[in-house]
């Protein structure tokens, strides 16, 4: 018996891709421009981590995005259309433009669908658009989301395969349906006996590490920023550093991707693939997702490594739970996005402390945040409105982000910049992209940062910043130092 589809628009297909296509040809020609195409039907048990890696013989683009403990995970594979919207209203352009690129769409999904599915923007935003890039991050611009010509949904026990098409006036509809099917078996077959590395398997030969900016410069930058912070032109400034890797041959990416997905479960493990350049990380910070309306976003600000003993973790947990420095740092943060959230919600709700986020390797203080979305709002808004928070950029925001420019020393690109997706009824998850590095070949640049307040000691800040680069050098099987 055929599987029932239905069209957003009432029309039925039956599932099929060929007749599909040809609709959305007449709708071009009837309104004289590109219409989006999208079916989603069931696929068969695959690893998304595989698909991720077998699509690197098909496509320069790919996108991955999972959260583990969640049993969710997206994984997208080629262009069906992109954005790439420059400078501070990238948030907006981006939004105003995924929604003229619905209205005409014609996006057939099976009864009953599950959640997240059909056809979805991936990708990420650079952390400062008014910093000039450099060729570290080329083909990284200020924002890019695409959408994926195949992209796989795994939620629970159930998976999704959305194929999506931009059909022009001027398209051949049985030639691009067949080309895409073609595509869409040949990813199948090839991602099915994909093999992925166990996390706990060793990958290849360990690389050299070298710092970017040497230790004592970066502490005495450290020190200049406690001292303008003093001096009350800051209330805090968020300083990061940069390490690289050179490796003899070319590092495994989906090694590294299985290493970071089975050691940090309840992290977002993300990455975001440009021809031999990919974008990795597991970041455990959410920026903020919306479901249905409802809105949650994540104060993650203060940081302390894990004990050696359950009863040294115990301690360095209290001892970070009553830091006067940390608190103060966890409270700017909390009170940036309650005012930010205030702009575009009702209902916005936080606990009067923060608590313990623990992962693998080290503590934070954490504080949920929930709100309902106000009518007309939307998630990019939010992301608009939210990035940077004070926990990646500082406080006051403009200030912060002047001074990062002027002393940083580095080109973060879309490191601490937003993460995720956006789907096609509004909802979706950005979060901030820590804990991550970018790859091309034998070459890596790790990210790691901390926020510097007052009071903050050099030293401590250094070490403090090798405890959150240790995740991505030892997923890329690095000497951590």
Request: with cysteine; hydrophobic share 45%.
């Amino acid at each position: 018996m055929a599987t029932r589809f239905t069209l957003a628009d009432g029309t039925a297909t039956g599932g099929d891709l060929a007749r599909l296509v040809e609709l959305g040809h007449a709708r071009a020609r009837a309104v004289r421009g590109p219409v989006l195409v999208s079916l989603v039907e069931r696929a068969p048990e695959v690893d998304p981590l595989a698909l991720f890696a077998a699509g690197s013989a098909i496509a320069t683009d790919r996108v991955l995005w999972a959260l583990p403990s969640a049993d969710f995970a997206l994984a997208g594979v080629g262009v069906a259309y992109a954005l790439e919207p420059e400078g501070r209203g990238r948030f907006e352009r981006a939004g105003a433009a995924w929604r003229d690129l619905l209205r005409n769409a014609l996006i057939e999904s099976l009864t009953g669908p599950i959640p997240r599915t059909g056809p979805t923007l991936l990708g990420g935003f650079a952390f400062d658009p008014e910093r000039p890039s450099t060729a570290l991050w080329h083909g990284f611009p200020d924002a890019r989301l695409v959408l994926p010509r195949l992209l796989l949904t795994i939620y629970g026990a159930e998976s999704r395969l959305t194929l999506s098409l931009l059909v022009w006036p001027d398209s051949d509809p049985a030639a691009e349906a067949a080309a895409l099917l073609r595509q869409r078996d040949a990813l199948l077959q090839s991602a099915a006996q994909m093999p992925i590395p166990a996390g706990s398997q060793p990958g290849a030969s360990p690389g050299e590490v070298h710092e970017v900016l040497p230790g004592e410069t970066w502490r005495a930058a450290v020190a200049e920023g406690a001292a303008t912070i003093r001096r009350g032109e800051l209330e805090k400034v968020v300083l990061a550093r940069e390490v690289r890797v050179s490796a003899e041959a070319p590092l495994d990416v989906p090694a590294a991707l299985a290493r970071l997905r089975e050691s940090y479960p309840t992290c977002y493990v993300f990455a975001v693939a440009r021809g031999e350049r990919v974008f990795l990380g597991a970041t455990p910070e959410r920026l903020v997702e919306v479901r249905d309306r409802d809105v949650r976003a994540t104060c993650l600000a203060g940081s302390i490594r894990r004990g050696a003993t359950p009863e040294e973790d115990e301690r360095l947990g209290a001892d970070l739970l009553a830091s006067a420095k940390n608190l103060t740092e966890h409270a700017i943060v909390v009170r940036a996005l309650r005012e930010a959230l205030d702009g575009t919600c009702i209902e916005v709700e936080a606990p009067s402390e923060p608590a313990l986020l623990t992962v693998r390797n080290v503590h934070h203080l954490y504080t949920p945040v929930t709100a309902r979305l106000d009518e007309g709002a939307t998630l990019l808004d939010l992301v608009a409105r939210l990035h940077p928070t004070p926990a990646v950029g500082g406080f006051p925001n403009d200030a912060a982000l002047a001074y990062i420019r002027q002393h940083e020393g580095l080109d973060r690109g879309w490191y601490a910049g937003p993460v995720g997706w956006v789907g096609r009824d509004g909802s979706g998850e950005f979060a901030v992209a820590l804990r991550s590095a970018l790859v091309a070949g034998r070459e890596a640049s790790l990210f790691g940062g901390c926020g510097v307040m007052g009071d903050s000691d050099p030293d401590a800040e250094y070490a403090e910043t090798n405890v959150k680069l240790r995740p991505m050098l030892s997923a890329l099987n690095t000497c951590c130092g």
